[in-house]
């Protein structure tokens, strides 16, 4: 696929951010340029919806040039599929609640004043900084699989530089340990530099944080966006999508644990937003149709 505008890395410093990192995450970014390149992916199911592990039936056809979504068989685009490892639209949680399966950690429950496509979604309560994430066991992840999720951030957005994660698994990499690799993650530039944010891949284990990152191309808006990603531990390769264009991918790690960092296995997932920056008052955000397959799933349209 066409890379996104852009491409080389982030310069976010984790010195100088306002305030110190939360527990659990750091202030910086990764600076390392991408190298090598990931697949780019080719057919793929769509849907999103509750849980569901990998079952025979139900899966979507081959989806058409460029990777995009094809219906389930016999049913409407954005319906789970059997298929998929893990899935989660929501739509059958109670407002205020967690869906079974996921614990929360911060204010993130299920709302009905936004949604991506039916009356669910989960939502992102505003704080200073920390996390407002659910927890799911990801036990049915191999060494590779793709993902997609749907975000959409409420405006005005804090002003100061912020790092943010939307999501992230827990792993333990064959030299890092045990870590927190952040797929769908941002670093907003504070608003005397335009607002706008790069996308990174960021990985925090007990040392230093290290990744790579696009340039500062996107700002948050108050609409739906559809973000994808890549992995595959068996190459060491990652790439990471939005609205359908990649914007990041290498093969053979990153930075300075080339051929070393990810895991053959993730033990857990986390989606939803975690700042390690103070930003008040916070950001105001949403999750939704958020689904994990071995093969591509696509964004709907």
């Known amino acids: 696929m066409e890379p996104a505008a852009g491409g080389r890395a982030g310069a976010a410093a984790s010195a100088g951010g306002a305030g110190p990192p939360a527990a659990g995450g750091s202030a910086g970014a990764g600076d390392a340029a991408a190298t090598g390149s990931a697949q780019a992916g080719g057919g793929g199911t769509s849907g999103a919806a509750t849980a569901a592990g990998a079952a025979n039936g139900g899966q979507g056809g081959a ?50 004043d936004q949604a991506n496509r039916s009356k669910h979604s989960l939502k992102v309560s505003p704080s200073n900084n920390g996390e407002r ?38 792993g333990k990499g064959p030299t890092v340990g045990d ?10 530039n504070a608003k005397n530099n335009g607002g706008k944010h790069q996308f990174l891949y960021n990985v925090q284990p007990q040392g230093a944080e290290f990744g790579t990152g696009t340039s500062y191309d996107w700002t948050f808006e108050d609409k739906w966006h559809c973000a994808e990603w890549h992995v595959d531990s068996s190459d060491q390769s990652f790439s990471f999508y939005f609205e ?18 990810l895991p ?17 008052p916070g950001f105001s955000a949403w999750i939704d149709d958020f689904a994990l397959a071995e093969q591509r799933i696509g964004c709907l349209p």
């Open 264 to 280: 053959s296995k993730f033990s857990q997932v986390r989606i939803g937003w975690n700042n390690y920056q103070s930003a008040p």
């Open 63 to 112: 989806a058409g040039a460029g990777g995009g979504p094809a219906a389930g068989a016999g049913g409407a685009i954005g319906s789970c599929l059997p298929s998929y490892l893990l899935c989660e639209d929501f739509e059958a949680t109670a407002v205020g609640t967690t869906p079974t399966g996921w614990t929360a950690h911060g204010m993130a429950t299920v709302a009905e």
């Open 179 to 188: 870590a927190e690799f952040r797929f769908v993650d941002t670093v907003k």
């Open 133 to 170: 994430r659910i927890y799911h066991d990801t036990a049915l992840l191999g060494a590779q699989h793709w993902g997609r999720v749907y975000y959409r951030v409420q405006l005005p957005v804090p002003d100061p530089f912020v790092h943010s994660t939307l999501v992230a698994f827990m």
């Open 244 to 261: 359908g264009k990649q914007a990041i991918s290498f093969s053979k790690g990153a930075g300075n644990y080339a051929g070393s960092e």
